[in-house]
């Protein structure tokens, strides 16, 4: 089955504490991203990636890092939350052709006490 | 920068009745692509239907449909005979024709009534 992966669904986690959200594909999609989710400011892109080792900031990047050393992997990772990183985590991915449907994750709640 | 607007946070209707969901844009761009995404308590994002930039025809996914206003830079959604299951929040979203990055709109959650 087609699909976009994310661990952990929930999370809650103390300030400062480093994690690491995972994300992963198994359709071979050259493009892939991460939006975070806000009551009012509906989903806001925070990194993507178009390929292997080459990823870039989207709108709201600070405080966040990606890493993309495989094509089905893009993880998200928080060196240092903070309690403004409490919010709704959706990965996304995409085949990069023009038809741009994108394929999302089924998302992470964290919570930063 | 493209911006997407969605006016009404919240909507309700009667099951088996019609109701509308506004969603203007703005952009300079002439080609790219507009979405409605729906996400159910369950969280999860379901791609409702897409329009191309480009066509003119209005695109229709069984109970649902778009009316696009290419010059007025208007998207709306109409679900048609509405069912209990589609009480969710929708989000209206606009790609560029280049790249696969989604900007959404704030989202309008919508109430089925039996």
């Known amino acids: 089955e087609a699909q976009v992966t994310q661990n952990p669904r929930y999370l809650i986690t103390v300030t400062g504490k480093k994690l690491t959200v995972t994300c992963s594909q198994n359709?071979?999609?050259?493009?892939m991203s991460w939006y975070r989710q806000d009551p009012g400011l509906g989903l806001r892109q925070i990194y993507y990636s178009m390929n292997v080792e080459v990823t870039d900031k989207g709108d709201v990047p600070e405080g966040y890092k990606v890493s993309r050393k495989e094509k089905r992997n893009f993880p998200l990772i928080l060196e240092s939350p903070s309690p403004n990183q409490t919010s709704l985590y959706f990965c996304?991915?995409?085949?990069?052709?023009?038809?741009?449907?994108?394929?999302f994750g089924p998302g992470t709640r964290l919570t930063v006490l | 920068a493209q911006t997407v607007t969605q006016s009404q946070p919240e909507m309700s209707v009667q099951e088996a009745e019609t109701v509308t969901l506004s969603c203007t844009y703005d952009?300079?761009?002439?080609?790219?692509?507009l979405f409605w995404y729906k996400q159910p308590p369950s969280r999860q994002m379901i791609l409702v239907i897409r329009?191309?930039?480009?066509?003119?025809q209005n695109a229709t996914e069984n109970r649902f449909s778009v009316n696009f206003q290419k010059a007025a830079k208007s998207f709306s959604l109409k679900i048609s005979d509405s069912q209990l299951g589609d009480a969710a929040m929708y989000f209206c979203a606009y790609s560029s024709y280049n790249t696969d990055k989604l900007i959404f709109g704030t989202g309008t959650r919508l109430q089925v009534f039996p």
């Open positions: 996304a991915s995409s085949s990069g052709m023009v038809n741009n449907e994108q394929f």
């Open positions: 952009t300079s761009e002439s080609d790219y692509y």
């Open positions: 329009q191309e930039a480009y066509k003119q």
């Open positions: 359709m071979n999609h050259e493009y």
